[in-house]
DNA sequence: TTGATCCTTCCAATGATGGGAAGGTCAAGG
DNA sequence: CCTTGACCTTCCCATCATTGGAAGGATCAA
């Protein structure tokens, strides 16, 4: 099988299981005279594998760990255990400060009688407001990324009460 | 007041200061004859806005376009309010995609003896399990930077049925 | 044989931020 | 006056996972 069969069949791009090999997740495979990598079956196992856990949140570099784990044929499953549910707090905590944020902001949002008058206590909100704690460096990963081209936007001089 | 005491005063560091000024978001500042930024309280106080509005996860680029709405006098609330609650929602999509990724595997180590055998339903449940429809792009960056030293991992060979 | 489609490697970009090097500037104290 | 240390400048590099593309070789079907 050749890589796009095999990107193909587990789900995994192209581009990113020749990434996995170079980073050592994954062996180095076979390769044919061209030098043309060579999957089995249980190769498109092993990236559907990896791609699950990708799904599920786990970095790469965790993922290492799950595997390495697996590999070692006396883990105990408490190691995993502890994996999993050390995961599973910090997603539920990431969960957590996004919904905070978005709590935040629809309470701004709410304020805002949104008609055609400039006034706008979203924005006044953002300029005075008292935000509570900053969220972790992670959550804020979370800002954009959605849709709508950008437009000019230079600070000169904003209102210093809004 | 030199950069630094921006920075301290704002919340942003002077990378990002400098960051900032050089992708467009704030002007260029007045400088000294030796070359050194010089910001006034106003400063400071845009400053303060774009570190508010980072921290309810806008990304640079929404703030931009927060940024074009405030200076433009003839702007409607309804446009600052339709990002607003654009945001929101996408917070609260990413934040719901979070929590299912934690319930689910939450859900595969309930299943964890957690004892010393190696009978792990985690990884079996990551080998072989039917995951919900995957997350979207943007969620799946949450999945590691939590700690703990790397581990060797090279997937040479894992169990076809764990 | 030709053209389409694969494969290879290498390089670059993304977003927001931190780290650091090499060098200039400034204020205070000896 | 000169040194010291703290600050500033620009420039480059790294992160993390992923995508994109270019240049060139391989394979396959017509």
């Given at each position: 099988m050749n890589i796009g069969q095999a990107a193909e069949a587990s789900g995994v791009s192209a581009k990113m299981i020749r990434y996995y090999e170079s980073i050592g997740l994954i062996a180095r495979t076979v390769r044919t005279e061209a030098g043309y990598r060579v999957y089995s079956e249980n190769d498109v196992h092993n990236l559907r594998f990896i791609r699950r856990a990708r799904d599920l949140g786990f970095s790469v570099e965790r993922i290492g760990e799950l595997v390495s784990l697996w590999r070692?044929?006396?883990?105990?499953?408490t190691d995993v255990k502890r994996l999993a549910l050390d995961h599973v707090a910090a997603l539920e905590q990431k969960a957590a400060e996004l919904q905070a944020m978005a709590d935040t902001l629809r309470h701004l949002a709410e304020h805002c009688?949104?008609?055609?008058?400039?006034?706008?206590p979203i924005i006044a909100g953002l300029a005075a407001g008292d935000l509570p704690s900053p969220p972790s460096r992670t959550a804020r990963?979370?800002?954009?990324?959605?849709?709508r081209p950008p437009a000019e936007h230079v600070i000169d001089d904003l209102p210093t009460k809004a």
């Open positions: 070692d044929r006396s883990r105990a499953s009688r949104g008609d055609d008058r400039p006034e706008c990963k979370f800002g954009g990324s959605i849709g």
